[in-house]
């Protein structure tokens, strides 16, 4: 029989999804085929694949039909039925890769019967066969096991853990909350993050020094000596020798008998840096033996050992015989203290964060991949500290919409737009204040974002930037300037988007209704007040919003209805769907469920036959926003109050 290492070696050649064994560990590197534009590679651990044939298993009943690869059935029994969490997320972002993995595995258990199956396609799934694929791949996942070891253990955490996924997704908090208790050093890398700024280097500093005569004798003045400052050329440490040095020292803190703390360096934004460049020969410590030290430590230089020998200086550690054991008996205990070399001791945990959207500023190597634990951050809910789910809004003007149905929206459209989920937007992407995002926020950071780095590269051939005047609705129209030049976010454009999307709305703006002096059943105070339109008549609320919207009609006879809504809606009055055109509002209501949708509004007709819609929904908020921006036009238009 073909061993497993082999035979998905062999396998892959044939294979759009390629799959390969680990030779130092129980875990499998599986891809993507690539088709949609660059490869991925991905992890999964021979614990987990078990976890999720036996899943499978279980539930033979649902899977025993789904012989043939079927995207939706698959991610949906996936995301409900694998235990493991590592498959559940794969299921759903890479299921076709995790599908085609799983089938390999089970060809190579029952070989040779099913020799002539092609994975990326088909998968057996029968009692014996998953039975006999399950006994198998538990004597493999056997093989990798650690071997016992004197040595106190602190496994309990991954080593090396990259955390990716959108932005958004809380990686930078969960390291946060994961380690709030611990000593930890951070850094964050960047396109010009190198080896001198990760590790350390000789820098100019300024210390102060005794001022002496030609004769090399002091100087004094008053009874006290002279300093002057004085630039010299010290080695500094950097984050990684900062927290390299830390966690020895705890060791040398810590008794034979007992775990020494934990120290972490946390890099935000990993591959935003040369990875290649700024480890350098440091990528040789990630290779971690069973317990947790570097399989393979590495020489320093010059600079570097006179470093930390002075680092530490005076210091021994009690567990050295047990740590130079794994070594074969060689004194690497004292190499490390005298500063001869560098070697991971294993309370020292390095985790990273990795936004999927900027892949494309360095890419990460398979070789540097397989180093680290991958953790994907799925998109969800947000929670606060308490556990209690977050009900954030987007606030425009009176009109409040529920961020979690914005999010569902757009990533959708995300989704089918670029066939990846590196551009879609996380439940943190934006912060709110008060649970509300302002109006200011969501254009300036989301739509900014949608606009140019997710949609500008595909086009905007959707609905949900169309605009009024079936035109686009472009990034500039969400703002107008003021007779300042100050720029002022547009509420109707957004709520234009927001409504092409179809997001829910959260206040009660769809189901209010306003009687024609802007009250509502349970209004505690009813406001009856009365308006006139340049000196004359006596309105109520909506009553004056109509007449004067006809009073500009009358005025321009020769303005289309989409002219006449576009000048409008242009003014931003607070409220949504203040004027429509006919296409307009019939497309609403096609869309509500809301048995006053048409006693919301008054119809009226121009001179050449064209509808519009003006709303009635005005309370006394509404009616004074209304009257301000008609008051500021030069329309000879003039509403004043009774």
Request: with cysteine; proline share 2%; hydrophobic share 35%.
């Amino acid at each position: 029989m073909t061993d497993l290492y082999s035979f998905l070696e062999h396998t892959s050649n044939t294979s759009d999804f390629k799959a390969d064994l680990s030779t130092r560990g129980g875990y499998i590197t599986f891809s993507n085929s690539g088709r949609r534009g660059g490869v991925k590679y991905f992890q999964i651990g021979l614990d987990n694949i078990l976890q999720t044939l036996k899943d499978i298993y279980e539930n033979l009943s649902v899977f025993q039909s789904l012989t043939q690869y079927e995207e939706t059935p698959w991610r949906t029994n996936g995301s409900s039925l694998f235990k493991d969490p590592v498959a559940n997320a794969n299921s759903t972002v890479q299921t076709k890769p995790l599908f085609s993995t799983l089938s390999k595995i089970i060809i190579w258990a029952n070989q040779p019967e099913f020799d002539e199956i092609n994975p990326d396609n088909h998968i057996v799934l029968t009692e014996n066969s998953l039975k006999t694929t399950i006994s198998r791949l538990e004597e493999v996942a056997n093989s990798f096991k650690p071997q016992h070891s004197t040595i106190i253990k602190t496994q309990n955490k991954k080593h090396q853990i990259i955390y990716y996924g959108a932005p958004g997704t809380g990686k930078s908090y969960t390291i946060n909350e994961t380690t709030k208790d611990e000593s930890v050093i951070r850094t964050t890398f960047h396109p010009d993050s190198d080896y001198s700024t990760f590790v350390g280097a000789y820098k100019p500093t300024t210390i102060q020094v005794t001022m002496r005569d030609v004769s090399g004798h002091k100087i004094i003045e008053g009874g006290k000596e002279v300093k002057e400052d004085r630039i010299v050329y010290e080695f500094v440490n950097q984050s990684f020798l900062q927290a390299y040095i830390q966690a020895w020292k705890y060791y040398a803190e810590t008794a034979v008998d007992a775990e020494p703390q934990k120290q972490y360096l946390i890099i935000e934004e990993i591959n935003r840096g040369n990875c290649a460049q700024i480890f350098g020969d440091l990528f040789q410590l990630l290779d971690r033996n069973s317990t947790g030290f570097s399989d393979y430590p590495i020489y320093t230089d010059n600079d570097m050992r006179k470093q930390l020998f002075k680092a530490f200086e005076g210091l021994s550690i009690s567990q050295s015989e047990n740590i130079n054991n794994l070594y074969n008996g060689r004194n690497v205990t004292e190499q490390v203290l005298k500063g001869e070399i560098l070697l991971l001791p294993n309370n020292l945990y390095i985790w990273a964060t990795m936004n999927t959207s900027d892949q494309s500023l360095f890419p990460v190597d398979s070789a540097f991949k397989r180093r680290w634990e991958w953790q994907y951050m799925p998109i969800g809910k947000g929670y606060d500290d308490n556990g209690n789910e977050l009900n954030w809004k987007i606030c425009i003007g009176a009109n409040e919409y529920d961020w979690w149905s914005f999010i569902e929206k757009i990533n959708l459209q995300i989704g089918s737009t670029t066939n990846s989920e590196d551009k879609k937007l996380g439940f943190f992407f934006c912060k709110a204040e008060n649970n509300c995002i302002s109006a200011e926020t969501f254009v300036g950071k989301v739509i900014f974002y949608l606009w140019n780095d997710v949609f500008k590269d595909y086009g905007f051939d959707g609905t949900i930037f169309k605009d009024t005047d079936g035109g686009t609705l472009s990034f500039d129209k969400f703002y107008r300037a003021d007779r300042n030049g100050k720029a002022i976010v547009q509420n109707n454009k957004i709520d234009l988007f927001l409504n092409n999307l179809g997001v829910k709305m959260t206040n009660d703006s769809e189901n209010l209704f306003l009687d024609e002096n802007g009250n509502t059943e349970n209004s505690p105070t009813k406001d009856f007040s009365r308006y006139s339109l340049n000196g004359n008549g006596n309105y109520s609320k909506g009553g004056i919003v109509y007449e004067a919207i006809k009073l500009y009609a009358e005025n321009n006879p020769e303005i289309t209805a989409q002219k006449i809504v576009d000048t409008w809606l242009s003014l931003s009055i607070n409220i949504s769907n203040l004027i429509e055109t006919d296409d307009m509002w019939n497309k609403r209501k096609e869309q509500t469920k809301d048995a006053k949708f048409e006693s919301k509004s008054k119809v009226l007709t121009l001179h050449n036959g064209e509808v519009i819609h003006i709303s009635n929904q005005f309370n006394v908020n509404r009616i004074q926003d209304f009257i301000n921006c008609v008051n500021a036009q030069d329309w000879n238009i003039r509403i004043e109050k009774l």
